[in-house]
């Protein structure tokens, strides 16, 4: 994505421009996400995190994906009935595969699982840092 996409997502976002928010925020994305890519920031304290903004769109695209999804268990139905002679409740398979789409692009969901998960992590591998992985108060802001 182009920075004037960048920039206005994230205002979109967050309310502010990034270079409000944050005292450096890199234009370039250092990552890719499933939906969207991660950039490099520091808050205004020194405190590193990284932002993830989501593909303009992503919503659309879900929707997208959902006439894909259609078509597929259209197929899946006739491969169940035809050569597995078995229905298959493919309404099921539908609400199940778009709930877990909305929660894919649910970047607070995201930040939610991130919190949950981090201590549990954290003692396994033996980091001493607990920041590391936590949620900032921003919705797809995340310290390293």
């Given at each position: 994505?182009?920075?004037?996409?960048?920039?206005?997502?994230?205002?979109e976002e967050l309310g502010k421009p990034p270079e409000r928010i944050f005292r450096?925020?890199?234009?370039?994305?250092?990552?890719?996400?499933?939906?969207?890519?991660?950039?490099?920031?520091?808050?205004?304290?020194?405190?590193?995190?990284?932002?993830?903004?989501?593909?303009?769109?992503?919503?659309?695209?879900?929707?997208?994906?959902?006439?894909?999804?259609?078509?597929?268990?259209?197929?899946?139905?006739?491969?169940?009935?035809?050569?597995?002679?078995?229905?298959?409740?493919?309404?099921?398979?539908?609400?199940?595969?778009?709930?877990?789409?909305?929660?894919?692009?649910?970047?607070?969901?995201?930040?939610?699982?991130?919190?949950?998960?981090?201590?549990?992590?954290?003692?396994?591998?033996?980091?001493?840092?607990?920041?590391?992985?936590?949620?900032?108060?921003?919705?797809?802001?995340?310290?390293?």
């Amino acid at each position: 994505m182009s920075y004037r996409i960048i920039r206005e997502r994230v205002t979109e976002e967050l309310g502010k421009p990034p270079e409000r928010i944050f005292r450096n925020f890199e234009r370039e994305a250092f990552a890719a996400a499933s939906l969207g890519q991660v950039h490099r920031a520091e808050l205004a304290s020194g405190e590193p995190v990284v932002v993830k903004i989501p593909v303009p769109g992503n919503r659309r695209y879900g929707r997208a994906g959902s006439s894909q999804l259609e078509a597929l268990l259209q197929v899946l139905t006739r491969i169940a009935r035809d050569v597995m002679r078995q229905p298959v409740d493919t309404a099921m398979i539908y609400r199940e595969l778009e709930e877990r789409l909305e929660e894919e692009l649910d970047y607070r969901k995201e930040a939610a699982n991130i919190a949950l998960f981090r201590e549990p992590l954290r003692q396994r591998r033996g980091d001493r840092d607990s920041r590391k992985c936590s949620p900032s108060r921003r919705p797809g802001a995340f310290s390293p």
